[in-house]
C-alpha cells in the first residue's frame, strides 16, 4: 500500500484544475498588479493620467455589470430581467444607506438574485 503512495501525482488526481487558475488566472494578474506598484510610485494620485484610469476602469465594471444583468449567460437567463434589474437597483439602495458599503451592496444584490432565481417562476 505504502509504494501506491509514490505512484499517485498530484496532476492525475482532481488537483489540475486548480493548478491551472493559479497558473493562467492569478499570476498574470498579480504580475501586473506588482509592476503598477513600482511604476505609479512619483505619480500624484491627483494628476490626469490617474482620473484617466480611474474613469476608464469604472467604465469597464460598468460595461461588464450592464453584460451580465442584461444578457447573461448560464443559469442567470432563467432569473427574468426585470428580477435581475431590481436586485441591481437593491444593491445600489443597500450601497447608499449602509455608508457607501461595496460589502452590503454586492451582498444585498447577489441575495436578490438568488432569493428570485429560487421564488420566481423560470422565465424561458
Excluded: C
Excluded at 491551472?20 to 506598484?37: H, K, N, T
Aim: no cysteine; charged share 10%.
Amino acid at each position: 500500500m505504502s509504494a501506491d503512495i509514490w505512484k499517485w501525482h498530484w496532476w492525475s488526481g482532481g488537483l489540475w484544475p486548480y493548478l491551472a487558475v493559479i497558473i493562467f488566472g492569478f499570476l498574470p494578474s498579480e504580475i501586473w498588479r506588482l509592476m503598477s506598484i513600482f511604476l505609479v510610485r512619483g505619480i500624484d494620485e491627483k494628476s490626469e493620467v490617474l482620473e484617466w484610469v480611474r474613469a476608464v476602469s469604472t467604465a469597464l465594471l460598468a460595461a461588464v455589470v450592464a453584460n451580465i444583468v442584461v444578457a447573461p449567460a448560464g443559469a442567470l437567463q432563467l432569473v427574468p430581467l426585470w428580477a435581475r434589474v431590481g436586485a441591481m437597483v437593491l444593491g445600489f439602495a443597500a450601497y447608499f444607506v449602509l455608508r457607501k458599503s461595496v460589502l452590503a451592496g454586492v451582498f444585498t444584490g447577489v441575495g436578490a438574485v438568488i432569493a428570485a432565481a429560487i421564488w420566481l417562476p423560470v422565465a424561458r
